[in-house]
């Protein structure tokens, strides 16, 4: 038994070391460091694992453990070798540095290491809440774990299809499923590493999830001190992140797909923004990589993948121009709306259909509209329960300082960018709880939690952007330069190297707790 856990811990820690070998390649420099490295590197490891999954599958390969670990393995090792051919003195002297955490007071110390330590033993209660508990919620047995059940048992990616198909169907190579037009990532999330066990287990099937919160606090941490926060100001922030209840549940309860499309979603918007701040290459790499994975985790993650088009464009437009495009879209929706809408079919995919009566879109399904939603549910889950803690009153006091600063200073690039962002956002949620049926999950007190979850990481990481002025140093080599003159002040060549030399060396922050 001890053998089968031991291929459950190499299964899950081998892509977690490839990714993060070469996010470190990618990385040199010492502020993101580790912490970044290891939580996105553990998300597209994991991701990459599903697609040679995917790739056994479609040659026609029984499922196993062994195909794509060798790849993972050869991924791994040419991700150390590259990073020690551009290991030098100077990037060990910079990681030594980092060491020091910033924090030169006795007292903040004292607090970093007790809230690690506080987070670790709440992170340890989880693991062990994940490594005690079998399945249980609702979600999983009905939608997310039924398919790893079966592909674990047949080793094949069995195909399942709808009550008509599987009744048409005679040769019984097909399985029922309500949801089957859900993506299968997530399944094969909790596939892998029953596949490693050798049969299927309940436990090493949700360990991914555990996997998954510890990513998104590091992801989130390593993303805080490349903006500029301090090492105490970063876990401070990560702490607020990790302690949320409803955070936590989706933990202990493995086997809902929202942890993974929060993961997924956020670190995505959260790289985006610090493209937008300096124009960093490596970030909208990254956040082109997760956006493009959000269809693959839930039906929605298309949905979401579309807010990145409006937040686009507020980088790339200023001004006179993004108030013009702004301007136009609301004229366009309004003409759409009173002649009735459009509606147009997309090969290989169905018919969507935008009306005043109705929204279609293929694999979403079809959402009849009309204002029907209530204000009160809201209240109670966001201001009342303890779903989030305090975390929308601090929403509500962050929200007035920036535009507060807004209106005195003006929108540099990033600023755009997030308030597009925070705007869409709220509004496509706005639409799906009251403007569709989705209103009944909000009076019900259930999917509403679930579904603002996806955001809630990207939301912290704009309050955090707040309170924590963003760092002014020149990006690296392998960095773009930011095209919005507001978006950083120009610095003579002397002056960014002089800049980028004492950020190296002791990462100090432009606001420090």
């Not at 670990?69 to 290991?87: E, K, Q, S, T, Y």
Request: glycine share 8%.
């Amino acid at each position: 038994m001890a053998m089968e856990w031991w291929r459950v811990g190499l299964a899950l820690g081998l892509p977690w070391l490839a990714g993060a070998l070469w996010l470190r390649v990618l990385w040199r420099d010492a502020t993101p460091g580790w912490p970044l490295a290891l939580g996105y590197g553990y998300i597209l490891g994991l991701l990459v694992t599903t697609l040679l999954l995917r790739a056994q599958a479609t040659f026609g390969l029984p499922l196993n453990f062994v195909g794509p670990m060798v790849i993972l393995a050869v991924l791994a090792l040419a991700g150390g070798g590259l990073m020690w051919w551009r290991a030098s003195l100077a990037n060990l002297q910079i990681l030594h540095e980092q060491e020091d955490f910033d924090v030169d007071a006795q007292w903040r110390h004292i607090l970093f290491v007790l809230l690690l330590i506080w987070l670790g033993v709440r992170l340890a209660g989880l693991a062990l809440e994940v490594w005690w508990r079998p399945l249980y919620p609702w979600d999983a047995w009905t939608t997310w774990t039924v398919r790893p059940r079966v592909w674990s048992e047949l080793h094949q990616l069995i195909p399942f299809v709808d009550p008509q198909r599987w009744l048409a169907n005679t040769t019984a190579s097909a399985y029922l499923l309500e949801a089957w037009t859900y993506p299968c990532t997530v399944p094969l999330l909790a596939l892998w590493p029953t596949l490693a066990f050798g049969a299927w287990n309940e436990t090493a099937a949700n360990l991914p999830w555990i996997g998954c919160v510890l990513a998104l606090g590091l992801g989130f941490y390593g993303q805080a001190r490349q903006w500029g926060a301090s090492a105490l100001t970063a876990l401070i922030f990560t702490w607020l992140l990790l302690s949320l209840p409803l955070l936590n549940t989706h933990v202990a309860l493995a086997g809902y797909a929202d942890l993974w499309m929060a993961a997924v979603f956020s670190l995505a918007v959260i790289a985006f923004l610090q493209w937008a701040r300096n124009g960093d290459r490596r970030q909208v790499v990254l956040a082109v990589l997760l956006a493009l994975a959000c269809p693959l985790i839930k039906l929605e993650g298309t949905v979401w993948l579309l807010l990145f088009l409006p937040m686009l464009l507020a980088a790339r437009l200023r001004g006179r121009w993004l108030l013009a495009l702004a301007g136009l879209a609301i004229v366009a929706g309004a003409g759409g709306w009173l002649t009735g809408g459009v509606a147009f079919n997309i090969p290989g995919l169905g018919e969507v259909r935008l009306t005043p009566e109705l929204i279609q879109v293929p694999y979403l399904g079809q959402f009849t509209l009309g204002y029907r939603g209530r204000w009160n549910p809201l209240m109670m889950n966001f201001l009342v329960l303890a779903n989030w803690h305090l975390l929308w009153y601090l929403a509500l006091v962050a929200a007035s300082v920036a535009l507060t600063g807004v209106v005195r200073r003006g929108a540099t690039r990033w600023q755009r960018v997030e308030l597009v962002f925070i705007v869409t956002s709220l509004l496509a949620l706005f639409i799906l709880f009251f403007m569709t049926d989705a209103q009944y999950w909000a009076e019900q007190y259930t999917s509403i939690n679930r579904v603002f979850l996806d955001f809630v990481p990207a939301f912290l990481f704009c309050i955090l952007t707040v309170f924590v002025a963003p760092r002014n140093a020149a990006p690296s080599a392998s960095s773009q330069r930011v095209a919005d003159p507001e978006a950083a002040p120009v610095f003579s060549a002397d002056e960014n190297r002089h800049r980028q030399i004492k950020h190296d060396l002791a990462g100090i922050a432009p606001i420090d707790l």
